[in-house]
């Protein structure tokens, strides 16, 4: 019979598939027979039933594999950059650094070859502009979020560093106030014609990162009867909801020094340089 064949059979039958796999235990005898005396001939223990009794003392199987010491051949977001030597998960390791070419193992060769490799290119290296991933999982989250701005709807207000910070409070994001840029002149209200306008404004990050933010002017009231009906906001607007607001799409931007400072023209800066594709 052929192995088409025999794969034919296989899945047309209703016999269970096996898969084989491998298991390992660490075992001892329950009852240990006693040592042979020099000049007799040791007895086989599977002579008597006792001693066919073994115990389990560790089921490794189920026991983690240890991490695997690895050398990056190039920067992993949120592992490392290029020859960085790492721990990581074996899993990690064997199915996605590994396969990938994106790392070796940490063996005596390798370890020493990629040492002189990175000696040759240190130059390059320093040159390389290198985001730390905390900056870029922070900027990523805070992008995602279309900021409330919540203004009163029967007294008299000013979208201003203050209100943006109350506005971030209330979404969960505590920032200081010198961190914070707005890019248009102070609006003021209350006014109809502002209802779910967009406006743009930044968070800086360490003096390093500059994020680009996005809110959304909503009027309230505490009378029900002057409450606005207007479609709740959660998701960020698309590039054609900005286009109608003057705006363009801005993703985050660092700089290797931390020059950003409250006096920095923040706003300026981000009108000729903010990339506009995530870096």
């Known amino acids: 019979m052929s192995a088409t064949t025999v794969n034919s059979f296989l899945r047309s039958s209703k016999l269970p598939l096996i898969y084989n796999s491998r298991n390992t ?3 001892r005898r ?5 040592p042979t005396l020099d000049g007799f001939i040791q007895k086989n223990p599977n002579t008597l039933q006792e001693f066919q009794k073994y115990e ?42 590994l396969l990938s070419k994106k790392a070796v193992y940490a063996s005596p060769f390798d370890l020493k070859y ?16 290198r985001i730390p991933f905390e900056f870029k999982q922070m900027g990523r989250e805070l992008q995602k979020t279309l ?3 919540k203004v009163s709807l029967n007294n008299a207000w000013v979208v201003n560093k203050t209100t943006i910070r109350s506005s971030l409070r209330q979404k969960g994001i505590f920032v200081p106030l010198d961190s914070l840029h707005l890019c ?17 404004f930044y968070i800086v990050i360490s003096k390093q990162y500059i994020v680009p933010m996005l809110g959304r ?14 479609p709740a906001f959660s998701s960020v607007p698309s590039d054609d909801d900005l286009r109608k607001h003057g705006l363009r799409p801005e993703f985050p931007i660092f700089s290797r020094v931390p020059e950003f400072d409250e006096n920095y023209p923040v706003v300026e800066f981000m009108k000729d340089n903010a990339p506009s594709k995530p870096s």
């Not at 329950?30 to 006693?34: G, N």
């Open 147 to 149: 900021i409330p701005i």
């Open 56 to 97: 389990t003392v560790e089921y490794r199987t189920n026991k983690p594999a240890p991490p695997v010491k690895i050398i990056l051949t190039c920067d992993v977001e949120g592992v490392g950059h290029q020859f960085d030597i790492v721990d990581v998960s074996s899993k990690a390791a064997r199915t996605n650094l």
């Open 114 to 129: 990629y040492s002189e490799m990175k000696e040759k290119m240190a130059e390059e290296l320093s040159s390389r502009i």
């Open 217 to 230: 002017i909503t009027h309230i009231s505490v009378d029900e009867a002057k409450q606005i009906i207007s």
């Open 184 to 200: 248009q002149p102070e609006i003021s209200g209350p006014s109809f014609d502002l209802e779910a306008k967009i406006v743009r």
């Open 25 to 27: 235990w660490i075992l």
């Open 30 to 34: 329950v009852f240990t027979p006693e």
